[in-house]
Structure formats: structure tokens, C-alpha cells
């Protein structure tokens, strides 16, 4: 009898110890708001209870405390010990926006319990207040304990391997400007420079650590192999993706300690991914396959130019050292490389003229017989591949696509596995759309939502289309029937 007890007692205690934590309780007011109001907000009645409720969403989606709007407006610190007592509140906050060209916000936090105050005040450019309100829920509300299942928009599960040379410049102009703009995931890097090797965790900007580095002319595969025998010793390496975007020569003195430090990185890290552009002589081009072969995992970036000929322009793909070439528009980001003329590798051998990006030109002049009148710049699809690397294109494992009809419209949304949707049924979903680099519209971050949805947050195809004019990527609620599912 007396172990029955002991084994009660012993329940009861753990029960207790184990249980989480009663969240706190935060009352937010209707927000003030002057006579310009935001676009979105020129539709309702109360925009200043509308801001309220969509920050509530975002603070109580993000972190563990329970948010209570109210219908009251804030009645004066005089008052903050009333209001506390009467909401039965941890902590009030009242918020003011001002639209003009910017958005201002102002916000005040009361703390019912030391009678502390903590004001913000922040200037935004022009864009959707539902961005705004998103930052402000992440810039000021980090206190709380965050939800475990959060997913942060700032920092990814990869590295990027690149070298800060000059003749890398282009790809690293490309990948500064992507990376650098606000709100966008940013992967962690590992940036090989003239006298040392420099390693940036994922969440940073990656311009001022190329401000911190010396440019080298051309990197040596020496330096690179430091770097991959860096990254293995990361103490949590496995849990992330590795991906080098390498122009690097190779070396006879060094290629095998550079291949034994790759598979080395590839049996310690979660994945190794090669990007590989037309970059390379014969040697160092047998040298990166040997490489790609041991991570398993490899993408080809394809280089872009246009040039103007007395026959008129004509499209330029270098891809996979083969040269295409059309007078036709296509599609860059969807190229179907079967449909397209090609200069055989024995007539460029002929040409005497080394393959590669800023010879595509000189090439098909000296294959073709074609004088070159006027050249573009040369692009490349290193950006797109990359953007749907780290974005997380690759990384929603067993993801399908679900066809949404709303007000009349249907389009196709991005859904991972974890979510299961059926044919037929009524849902609304939490997700994050932005653009593509060829505008195309994506979508991610995807979840169920159940409850109230706010206003300023339910969303519908004209919606979504209008706030990606005003803000590179938003989060919102759409709902609707589901029409189609598919893999």
C-alpha cells in the first residue's frame, strides 16, 4: 500500500514538473491611425482594430503568449493598473501608425506586474503593412519563448561555398543584391578570399562580410580544400546542406587532398550539392566530375547572351559546355534544350577559342561566320537555382501541389507532406508567398489554420498579386475549395 502511495506521490510530482508553463497574457488595443491610411486599410470600418487583430496573429503564431484584442481603446497610463486588473493581463500594448509616403510606427509595452515601460518606434518604406506587422512581431516580441514548430524567414539549413575573386564577380554581384534584400532567407557562408578563408552563419548579410575580405584575382584549389576541411569541424554540420558554386582550377599538386576533404565533408554534412557552371578547361572539368560523382548531388548553371548579327539577334545558352543558340524567344528559366541548334564540339575545338561564358560570343562568330554587330550582358541561372534551393524548394520533402478555387479564381499552391489536403474539402491556409526570379509566384511556409482569421490577412489571387507590388514576400490566409491534388 505504502509503494501504491510512493508511486502516486511520484506521478503527481512528475505530472507537475513536466506540464508546460501557463503562457502570459498580452492585451493589445486598437491601433491609432491618422487621416492617410495604408491601402489595404481604406476598406474598413475599424483599421485600427484590423492592425490589432493582425498582430495579434503574428505574435501569438510566432511566440508562446496568449494575445487578447480588445474593443476598448486604451484609456491613459493613468489607468494601466484598472486595465491590467480588469483584462487580467501580464502586459498591455498600444500601438499608433502614420502613413505618409512611410509608414511610422510607434508602439508602447506596459508591463502590469513592474510597472515598466518599453516604447518602440520604427520608420518602414512604402510597402504592405502586413510585412510591417510581421517585422514588428519578430523586432519586438522576441522576449517571449518562441513556438517550437516556428520557422524562421531569416536564416536556412544551408552553407554556401563561393570564392570572392574577380572572375566570380558577376556571381557574387547576383547573390549579394538576392540575399541582402530584407525579409529573404539567408543561408550561411563560407567565402574564400585573397589571405583567408571566412565563415558567416546562416541569418547574416552577406555584403559586409565582402567587405571584411580581400579580393584575390583567381582562388587556388589549395584554399578551397581549407575550406571544405573548415566546415567538417562545425560541430552541427550534418544537420546542414552544403552547396559549392566553384570556378576554381584545378591543381596537380593538390586535387586529391582536395577530393579525400570533400569526402570527408560529405560523410559528416546532411547533403553536398556541386553547382556547376561552363567555367572550365578539359583537366579541371574531369576534376569536378570526379568531385560531383562523390556528393551524388549536382546542378548546372546555364549562361545567357544576347548578340545582334546582320541576319538580327540571336539567344545565346551556354550550358553544360555545349552552345545553343536560337533567333526565337524562350523561356530562360524553362529552356527545352532538345529544340535548339547547337555548334558541335568539334567545330568550336576548331575555333581554337576556350569555352566558357565570356567567349560565347567570339565562338559562334568564328563557327557561324556570323560578324558580331553589338553584344548584352551575360546573365546567368545561378540566382533562380539558388533561390529555390535556400528558399526551400528542395528541402519540402515528399511536397505536392493542391489547385485552390476563391471568389471564382483557382491556382495552384506549394504543400509539403506534413500537410494532407483532400479533394473537394473547404480549408484555409497560412503560407508566405513571394516572386520568383522570373515573377512567377511560389509559395511556402505552408500550414492549416483554424480560428478567426483577421481582416487584413485573408487573402484572394487579386490580393496576393497587389502585395507583391508593394513588398517582396508576405504572409496571409487564403481559403477555399479544394479542386485538384497532385504530386
Given at each position: 500500500m505504502i509503494s501504491f502511495f510512493r508511486l502516486l506521490y511520484t506521478s503527481i510530482i512528475l505530472t507537475i514538473l513536466t506540464a508546460p508553463a501557463q503562457g502570459e497574457t498580452m492585451v493589445l488595443f486598437p491601433a491609432l491611425t491618422g487621416q492617410e491610411k495604408a491601402p489595404e486599410l481604406k476598406s474598413f470600418d475599424d483599421p485600427g482594430r484590423e492592425i490589432a487583430k493582425a498582430l495579434s496573429f503574428f505574435i501569438s503564431s510566432d511566440f508562446r503568449v496568449k494575445t487578447v484584442v480588445t474593443g476598448s481603446q486604451f484609456a491613459g497610463k493613468g489607468q494601466i493598473a484598472s486595465q491590467c486588473r480588469n483584462n487580467e493581463a501580464d502586459y498591455l500594448f498600444q500601438s499608433e501608425f502614420r502613413f505618409y509616403g512611410k509608414t511610422v510606427f510607434h508602439g508602447k509595452l506596459y508591463h502590469c506586474h513592474t510597472d515598466e515601460t518599453k516604447e518602440f518606434t520604427r520608420s518602414y518604406p512604402a510597402g504592405g503593412i502586413t510585412t510591417v506587422l510581421e517585422d514588428i512581431s519578430r523586432r519586438y516580441f522576441s522576449f517571449f519563448p518562441k513556438n517550437r514548430d516556428v520557422q524562421t524567414k531569416?536564416?536556412?539549413?544551408?552553407?554556401?561555398?563561393?570564392?570572392?575573386?574577380?572572375?566570380?564577380?558577376?556571381?557574387?554581384?547576383?547573390?549579394?543584391?538576392?540575399?541582402?534584400?530584407?525579409?529573404?532567407?539567408?543561408?550561411?557562408?563560407?567565402?574564400?578570399?585573397?589571405?583567408?578563408?571566412?565563415?558567416?552563419?546562416?541569418g547574416s548579410r552577406l555584403s559586409p562580410s565582402l567587405a571584411r575580405l580581400k579580393q584575390s584575382r583567381k582562388a587556388d584549389i589549395g584554399q578551397l580544400t581549407d575550406a571544405l576541411v573548415r566546415l567538417g569541424m562545425i560541430e552541427d554540420i550534418d544537420k546542414y546542406e552544403i552547396i559549392i558554386m566553384s570556378n576554381i582550377p584545378s591543381s596537380s599538386g593538390h586535387n586529391e587532398r582536395f577530393l579525400q576533404s570533400l569526402y570527408t565533408l560529405v560523410n559528416r554534412a546532411g547533403k553536398v550539392t556541386f553547382l556547376q557552371g561552363s567555367w572550365f578547361n578539359q583537366e579541371s572539368e574531369v576534376l569536378y566530375e570526379r568531385a560531383a560523382g562523390i556528393t551524388g548531388r549536382q546542378k548546372h548553371i546555364s549562361h545567357y547572351q544576347k548578340a545582334g548579327t546582320g541576319d538580327g539577334f540571336v539567344q545565346l545558352i551556354l550550358h553544360n559546355y555545349r552552345l545553343y543558340y536560337t533567333r526565337s524567344e524562350v523561356p530562360l528559366d524553362t529552356v527545352d534544350?532538345?529544340?535548339?541548334?547547337?555548334?558541335?564540339?568539334?567545330?568550336?575545338?576548331?575555333?581554337?577559342?576556350?569555352?566558357?561564358?565570356?567567349?560565347?560570343?567570339?565562338?559562334?562568330?568564328?563557327?557561324?561566320?556570323?560578324?558580331?554587330?553589338?553584344?548584352?550582358?551575360?546573365?546567368?541561372?545561378?540566382?533562380?537555382?539558388?533561390?529555390?534551393?535556400?528558399?526551400?524548394?528542395?528541402?519540402?520533402?515528399?511536397?505536392?501541389?493542391?489547385?485552390?478555387?476563391?471568389?471564382?479564381?483557382?491556382?495552384?499552391?506549394?504543400?509539403?507532406?506534413?500537410?494532407?489536403?483532400?479533394?473537394?474539402?473547404?480549408?484555409?491556409?497560412?503560407?508566405?508567398?513571394?516572386?520568383?526570379?522570373?515573377?512567377?509566384?511560389?509559395?511556402?511556409?505552408?500550414?492549416?489554420?483554424?480560428?478567426?482569421?483577421?481582416?487584413?490577412?485573408?487573402?484572394?489571387?487579386?490580393?496576393?498579386?497587389?502585395?507583391?507590388?508593394?513588398?517582396?514576400?508576405?504572409?496571409?490566409?487564403?481559403?477555399?475549395?479544394?479542386?485538384?491534388?497532385?504530386?
Open positions: 531569416t536564416a536556412s539549413r544551408q552553407i554556401l561555398v563561393f570564392s570572392h575573386s574577380w572572375s566570380f564577380y558577376r556571381e557574387t554581384a547576383e547573390m549579394t543584391k538576392m540575399f541582402d534584400e530584407a525579409d529573404r532567407v539567408k543561408p550561411g557562408y563560407m567565402i574564400i578570399g585573397a589571405d583567408k578563408n571566412l565563415y558567416v552563419p546562416p534544350f532538345s529544340g535548339l541548334n547547337h555548334i558541335a564540339p568539334s567545330e568550336i575545338y576548331r575555333t581554337g577559342i576556350q569555352i566558357r561564358p565570356e567567349n560565347m560570343t567570339a565562338i559562334y562568330s568564328a563557327a557561324r561566320g556570323e560578324k558580331i554587330l553589338e553584344t548584352g550582358d551575360i546573365h546567368s541561372s545561378s540566382e533562380k537555382i539558388l533561390y529555390q534551393m535556400i528558399q526551400g524548394h528542395d528541402r519540402q520533402e515528399n511536397s505536392y501541389r493542391a489547385l485552390l478555387k476563391k471568389d471564382g479564381k483557382a491556382f495552384w499552391l506549394n504543400i509539403p507532406g506534413s500537410v494532407r489536403l483532400a479533394k473537394g474539402e473547404h480549408i484555409a491556409l497560412k503560407t508566405t508567398f513571394s516572386r520568383e526570379a522570373n515573377s512567377a509566384l511560389y509559395n511556402y511556409n505552408t500550414e492549416i489554420h483554424t480560428g478567426e482569421i483577421p481582416l487584413l490577412l485573408d487573402a484572394g489571387f487579386t490580393e496576393i498579386g497587389r502585395m507583391l507590388d508593394r513588398s517582396p514576400e508576405f504572409t496571409c490566409i487564403i481559403q477555399g475549395k479544394v479542386l485538384e491534388v497532385r504530386q
